[in-house]
């Protein structure tokens, strides 16, 4: 079955510090990956993706996320968390066998950035 | 920047009766989605659209629920004979060519029901 999974309900983190939120997935054939945003009673805002070439890649708001084929992981990073920073993370994946553009979500991260 | 709209923000209707959401996808995308979120939890798919007709559905998405391209510009979601478990948030999403090949989904704001 084709799966997205983050292990964190939460992640706290103080301001100023790197934050890491997990993402691992389970898809046949070649995923595209991406992450969004959801701020409080507000819609999905995209973050970034991962279709192909480098492993590292660069979204809004100085975040950035790393692709690894090998542990199948897409870990969302940045190096200095913001208290505005602090919202629900969500990693999503189309798998590469899929012809319709259904994205599969993960659970959801919330992120708590403290002062 | 071109978005999603979303109509209405939030809706309270009584179980039984028939709701309708819709939705303005941006302008130039081929793809249209329908996905619910409860109570902040996980976002789950219910449907998708293409060519004017539906391209994959889950579950959820059972004969109660239809969609619906009347124009060339609304995408309409509706609920035939609404359940206490309905009550989600629903987001509307467009994309150009469909996440499948690399192209990003945008979402729209939400369309919070309630069933009482």
């Known amino acids: 079955a084709q799966s997205v999974a983050q292990p964190e309900d939460q992640v706290n983190v103080a301001e100023g510090n790197p934050l890491t939120v997990k993402c691992t997935y389970s898809v046949s054939g070649n995923p595209y990956l991406f992450w969004y945003v959801q701020y409080p009673n507000r819609g999905l805002q995209f973050l970034l993706k991962y279709i192909t070439g480098d492993n590292l890649v660069k979204g809004s708001y100085g975040f950035e996320a790393e692709f690894n084929k090998s542990q199948t992981s897409f870990h969302l990073k940045k190096p200095s968390a913001l208290v505005s920073d602090s919202a629900l993370y969500f990693c999503?994946?189309?798998?590469?066998?899929?012809?319709?553009?259904?994205?599969?979500f993960g659970q959801g991260t919330t992120l708590q950035v403290k002062p | 920047e071109p978005e999603v709209t979303q109509t209405p923000s939030h809706q309270v209707t009584q179980m039984g009766q028939e709701v309708i959401l819709r939705c303005v996808p941006i302008s130039n995308h081929l793809y249209f989605y329908w996905y619910r979120q409860i109570l902040g939890q996980k976002v789950e798919f219910l449907v998708s659209?293409?060519?004017?007709?539906?391209?994959?559905k889950s579950e959820i998405f059972d004969d109660q629920f239809s969609v619906e391209r009347p124009d060339g510009s609304n995408f309409t979601l509706k609920i035939r004979s609404t359940k206490l478990e309905d009550s989600a948030m629903y987001f509307c999403?467009?994309?150009?060519?469909?996440?499948?090949?690399?192209?990003?989904?945008?979402f729209g704001e939400g369309s919070w029901l309630t069933v009482v």
């Open positions: 999503a994946v189309s798998p590469g066998s899929s012809n319709t553009g259904k994205l599969i």
């Open positions: 999403a467009s994309s150009l060519q469909g996440a499948h090949s690399g192209n990003t989904i945008y």
């Open positions: 659209f293409y060519n004017n007709e539906i391209s994959e």
